[in-house]
């Protein structure tokens, strides 16, 4: 049913695109794969060729490609660089921490919230304290807390087009449609608590004393977890979409200088030098998250338009490969929008009320090396590109001022950053026609998902 769904989605957007790549706001897919071959090839590959005087002639000036990807994930990494499930990324469910903080206006405290908020814990010296009391959180996320193993997993088509009306200026656009799914499973850790995590140093409890205390947030919090998701209003499970990606515009701008072209080869290199620089922008077109859904993720930039600049240049040596350096940054529009938004530093993943507020996100940023070979083996073209890509961090406020509103505390989720290799292998069964296989591989993250891709590739250039 999910590739139907894709394909009957492709009807529905026609979108083109020239760059192989592009910078979001996700942290599941923060550089997203368009095919395999190097920016600076796209309607450049023949023009580069008649200058080593190796050409067949033909005047590109129209470029299309279409890409079938899958990736999944199960683990990921926090911010503090530690390993987690995906759903994890942003610290456990933290159960108590619904309990912490006080009212916003107008708001009033669900029903078993007010229940559990008047437990105490059942030992000397905390004996009576409430165990709403976010002096004695569990900092290593086991009391009170739930941690939510799951796969994520995304399929889709990503369609893309370049026409090159004068010799070194390229106009493009790029979008694609996807199938996401994300499974998710609640375990609760309070049973692997630890006596010495909540109480205060100097207290001395057992584990059979501490056993009253867990018995209390098992009976209160964790088991009744699914009815106090539905008197918050969050639905806490699998989710699942299926729809358009963002949709991308860009403006290339670039030019082949030869070098050494005169010079002795014995003594220098022939070489084309390709600086190349690009400006665009995307517009929304993948539906925003949704406040009601935990867990739930953006098929695009959560509703953000964006506009970006990147630049950078490849040096072509005639008689070996290819090495390429790029650099970019990207801007996001900030929007208004409702979200859960935390009342207190403690809580983690689910927060309990909602709010209006101002996004702003940062800046997001790569930069990259890569290497190229082109027709290495017969008409078989290799590349391999190193990528490191950072977010920065959001800037959030509120748009009615409460002060039981921690808006800082949410800021402090929207940093991440990703380092992959990306491998990409064109074959050309004639001048104007290429099948290829990409992959992407995760080398290191923070805050981010630890998401293989693989993608499939066709080309025409005429």
Same mark, same amino acid.
């Given at each position: 049913?999910?590739?139907?769904?894709?394909?009957?989605?492709?009807?529905? &957007?026609?979108?083109?695109?020239?760059?192989?790549?592009?910078?979001?706001?996700? =942290?599941?897919?923060?550089?997203?794969?368009?095919?395999?071959?190097?920016?600076?090839?796209?309607?450049?590959?023949?023009?580069?060729?008649?200058?080593?005087?190796?050409?067949?002639?033909?005047?590109?000036?129209?470029?299309?490609? +279409?890409?079938?990807?899958?990736?999944?994930?199960?683990?990921?990494?926090?911010?503090?660089?530690?390993?987690?499930? &995906?759903?994890?990324?942003?610290?456990?469910?933290?159960?108590?921490?619904? @309990?912490?903080?006080?009212?916003?206006? /107008?708001?009033?405290?669900?029903?078993?919230?007010?229940?559990?908020?008047?437990?105490?814990?059942?030992?000397?010296?905390?004996?009576?304290?409430?165990?709403?009391?976010?002096?004695?959180?569990?900092?290593?996320?086991?009391?009170?807390?739930?941690?939510?193993?799951?796969?994520?997993?995304?399929? #889709?088509?990503?369609?893309?087009?370049? &026409?090159?009306?004068?010799?070194?200026?390229?106009?493009? &656009?790029?979008?694609?449609?996807?199938?996401?799914?994300?499974?998710?499973?609640?375990?609760?850790?309070?049973?692997?608590?630890?006596?010495?995590?909540?109480?205060?140093?100097?207290?001395?409890?057992?584990?059979?004393?501490?056993?009253?205390?867990? @018995?209390?947030?098992?009976?209160?919090?964790?088991?009744?977890?699914?009815?106090?998701?539905?008197?918050?209003?969050?639905?806490?499970?699998?989710?699942?979409?299926?729809?358009?990606?963002?949709?991308?515009?860009?403006?290339?701008?670039?030019?082949?200088?030869?070098?050494?072209?005169?010079?002795?080869?014995?003594?220098?290199? =022939?070489?084309?030098?390709?600086?190349?620089?690009?400006? /665009?922008?995307?517009?929304?077109?993948?539906?925003? +998250?949704?406040?009601?859904?935990?867990?739930?993720?953006?098929?695009?930039?959560?509703?953000?338009?964006?506009?970006?600049?990147?630049? #950078?240049?490849?040096?072509?040596?005639?008689?070996?490969?290819?090495?390429?350096?790029? +650099?970019?940054?990207?801007?996001?529009?900030?929007?208004?929008? !409702?979200?859960?938004?935390?009342?207190?530093?403690?809580?983690?993943?689910?927060?309990?009320? +909602?709010?209006?507020?101002?996004?702003?996100?940062?800046?997001?940023?790569?930069?990259?090396?890569?290497?190229? *070979?082109?027709?290495?083996?017969?008409?078989?073209?290799?590349?391999?590109? =190193?990528?490191?890509?950072?977010?920065?961090?959001?800037?959030?406020?509120?748009?009615?001022?409460?002060?039981?509103?921690?808006?800082?505390?949410?800021?402090?989720?929207?940093?991440?950053?990703?380092?992959?290799?990306?491998?990409?292998?064109?074959?050309? !069964?004639?001048?104007?026609?290429?099948? /290829? !296989?990409?992959?992407?591989?995760?080398?290191?993250?923070?805050? *981010? =998902?630890?998401?293989?891709?693989?993608?499939?590739?066709? @080309?025409?250039?005429?």
């Amino acid at each position: 049913m999910r590739i139907i769904r894709i394909f009957l989605s492709c009807f529905l &957007v026609f979108s083109f695109s020239s760059l192989f790549a592009r910078v979001t706001l996700n =942290y599941n897919d923060g550089y997203q794969l368009f095919g395999t071959v190097l920016p600076t090839a796209v309607l450049n590959r023949e023009c580069r060729e008649l200058l080593k005087q190796e050409g067949n002639g033909i005047d590109e000036r129209f470029f299309f490609s +279409t890409s079938m990807y899958g990736q999944k994930a199960t683990t990921a990494r926090n911010l503090k660089k530690e390993t987690s499930f &995906v759903n994890d990324v942003h610290g456990r469910l933290n159960m108590i921490g619904l @309990t912490y903080g006080a009212l916003p206006q /107008g708001t009033i405290q669900p029903a078993l919230l007010q229940t559990a908020a008047l437990q105490t814990f059942q030992n000397n010296p905390l004996l009576g304290v409430s165990i709403s009391n976010p002096t004695y959180t569990d900092l290593t996320q086991n009391f009170g807390f739930f941690t939510a193993p799951g796969k994520y997993h995304k399929i #889709g088509l990503r369609f893309q087009a370049s &026409v090159r009306p004068f010799q070194d200026l390229i106009f493009t &656009v790029q979008a694609g449609i996807a199938d996401l799914q994300q499974t998710v499973s609640l375990v609760g850790m309070t049973p692997l608590a630890l006596a010495a995590n909540v109480y205060p140093a100097n207290a001395v409890i057992t584990p059979t004393q501490f056993a009253l205390d867990q @018995t209390t947030v098992e009976q209160y919090l964790m088991e009744p977890a699914q009815q106090i998701f539905q008197q918050l209003g969050v639905s806490v499970g699998n989710i699942q979409q299926t729809g358009p990606e963002d949709v991308s515009f860009y403006a290339i701008l670039r030019h082949n200088f030869p070098v050494n072209q005169d010079a002795d080869p014995e003594e220098w290199a =022939y070489f084309i030098f390709t600086p190349i620089l690009q400006i /665009g922008a995307t517009a929304a077109a993948a539906k925003a +998250t949704s406040p009601y859904k935990l867990y739930d993720l953006s098929l695009g930039n959560n509703r953000h338009q964006s506009l970006n600049i990147a630049a #950078g240049f490849s040096l072509d040596f005639a008689e070996t490969l290819e090495l390429d350096f790029f +650099t970019g940054i990207t801007h996001f529009f900030s929007r208004t929008y !409702l979200a859960r938004v935390p009342t207190s530093q403690f809580q983690s993943t689910l927060f309990p009320y +909602t709010t209006n507020i101002v996004s702003k996100p940062g800046e997001s940023w790569f930069i990259s090396l890569g290497l190229n *070979a082109y027709h290495l083996m017969d008409n078989l073209s290799i590349y391999a590109q =190193y990528l490191y890509m950072g977010h920065l961090k959001d800037k959030i406020s509120l748009v009615t001022p409460d002060p039981a509103f921690l808006p800082s505390r949410l800021e402090q989720d929207s940093p991440f950053k990703i380092q992959v290799a990306n491998f990409g292998f064109d074959y050309d !069964l004639s001048p104007n026609f290429a099948i /290829g !296989l990409g992959y992407q591989w995760p080398l290191a993250r923070r805050g *981010a =998902y630890k998401t293989n891709t693989v993608l499939l590739n066709l @080309t025409l250039t005429f």
